[in-house]
Every structure is written in structure tokens, then in C-alpha cells.
């Protein structure tokens, strides 16, 4: 894990030092897509080598988080149009064999109508969910300029705490991931409790209504 890690900061290095800027929008749209490229190593590292190292003020973290934000909005698009077009379309017909039915895809467009805002917002403080919150929202449709507005909203807000972090802490901002890396695997955890208590719920049901025939 910590030779993958120096590989990734070696080309998060090599990215900036060969064409600065575009090079935080490039990996922050990977990170939305990719999720091994983290933006926990991305941003902070522009804020070190692309603001503190230069010699800039501190306000130029806004461009950081503007540029990681702008990254992680054209990834998330990506992933929506996947979730819509492709996504979609695959569970309507064959969702039934993942056990994911119609009713279930109308129960999720009405919660995303419902409660999308938040969801996609708050989704995109939080290490892991923040990559994976594009997907569902393409498969409910949710309606795409509220969408536009949260995830930029919110990858800017993540974007420029993790950037203002690596300009203040400077050449150990790796302390910063270092810090937030044990929140990864609980997360993850906690996705796939809530994915088996939603396949034991789904089988259960089922069995209750092959008993009512």
C-alpha cells in the first residue's frame, strides 16, 4: 500500500511540475472517476507545491479549491451521465437479478427529489462517498443544475480545506492524509453494511411474498 501511495504522490509531483494548474484539475476529475488517485494527496499538494512553495499568498488556496473543484465537477459529470445513460437503463431491465426492481428505482427517484440536495452536498465532504454519490444521483435523475451547483459547491469546500492544510503545513502536509487515512476503511465498511442490509431486507421480502401465493 505504501509503495502504491509513493507512486501516486510521484506522479500527483511529476503532474504539477509539468504543467502547474491544469494538472489539479486533471487529477481531481480522475479522483471523481478513479477513486486510488485521492483528492486527500492531490489538493494538499498543490498547496504546498503550487502556493506555499512558490512563494504566493495564502488567497491563492482559493484557486486551488477552484481549480479542484471545477476537476471534480467534470468527473462527476462523467459519472452522472454514466449512472443516467447507461446506468439507468441496465436496471430497468435487468435489475431484477441484483435484486433492484422499478418500484425500488422510483423509490430512489423520489428520494433523490426529496433529498438529493443534501445528499449530493454532504456527500462531497466525506472521503470515499464523495466519488460515489455521482452514480446514484444519474440513476434516480436528479435534476442536473441543482446537481451542477452542490457538487461544485461542495468540491470546493473540500478542496480548499485540504489545499489551505498543505500550504500551512508545507512540506509535511502528508501528515494531513496521514490524519484522514484511518477514516477510509470505516467508511467503506459502513457502504457495504448498509449494500448486505439492503440484499437481507430485499431477499426477505421476497420470501414473504413467494409464502403469500
Known amino acids: 500500500?505504501?509503495?502504491?501511495?509513493?507512486?501516486?504522490?510521484?506522479?500527483?509531483?511529476?503532474?504539477?511540475?509539468?504543467?502547474?494548474?491544469?494538472?489539479?484539475?486533471?487529477?481531481?476529475?480522475?479522483?471523481?472517476?478513479?477513486?486510488?488517485?485521492?483528492?486527500?494527496?492531490?489538493?494538499?499538494?498543490?498547496?504546498?507545491?503550487?502556493?506555499?512553495?512558490?512563494?504566493?499568498?495564502?488567497?491563492?488556496?482559493?484557486?486551488?479549491?477552484?481549480?479542484?473543484?471545477?476537476?471534480?465537477?467534470?468527473?462527476?459529470?462523467?459519472?452522472?451521465?454514466?449512472?443516467?445513460?447507461?446506468?439507468?437503463?441496465?436496471?430497468?431491465?435487468?435489475?431484477?437479478?441484483?435484486?433492484?426492481?422499478?418500484?425500488?428505482?422510483?423509490?430512489?427517484?423520489?428520494?433523490?427529489?426529496?433529498?438529493?440536495?443534501?445528499?449530493v452536498f454532504i456527500s462531497r465532504l466525506i472521503p470515499v462517498a464523495r466519488s460515489l454519490i455521482s452514480l446514484p444521483a444519474g440513476i434516480a435523475r436528479m435534476h442536473l443544475l441543482p446537481f451542477l451547483i452542490l457538487t461544485f459547491l461542495g468540491s470546493f469546500i473540500w478542496s480548499t480545506g485540504l489545499a489551505l492544510g498543505g500550504y500551512l503545513l508545507g512540506s509535511n502536509w502528508e501528515t494531513l492524509r496521514d490524519h484522514m487515512r484511518p477514516f477510509d476503511l470505516p467508511i467503506i465498511a459502513l457502504l457495504a453494511v448498509l449494500v448486505l442490509v439492503y440484499v437481507y431486507l430485499k431477499l426477505k421480502r421476497r420470501r414473504a411474498s413467494s409464502g403469500d401465493k
Open 1 to 119: 500500500m505504501e509503495t502504491l501511495e509513493h507512486q501516486i504522490l510521484e506522479l500527483i509531483a511529476r503532474s504539477y511540475d509539468a504543467i502547474g494548474w491544469p494538472g489539479v484539475v486533471a487529477l481531481m476529475a480522475i479522483e471523481s472517476v478513479f477513486f486510488p488517485i485521492p483528492s486527500e494527496a492531490v489538493m494538499p499538494l498543490a498547496g504546498w507545491m503550487l502556493v506555499e512553495a512558490k512563494g504566493l499568498s495564502v488567497w491563492f488556496v482559493l484557486l486551488a479549491g477552484l481549480f479542484g473543484a471545477l476537476g471534480s465537477l467534470i468527473g462527476a459529470i462523467a459519472i452522472y451521465a454514466i449512472g443516467l445513460f447507461g446506468g439507468r437503463p441496465l436496471l430497468e431491465k435487468y435489475g431484477r437479478y441484483v435484486l433492484i426492481s422499478r418500484d425500488d428505482l422510483e423509490v430512489a427517484d423520489r428520494w433523490f427529489e426529496r433529498y438529493g440536495v443534501w445528499a
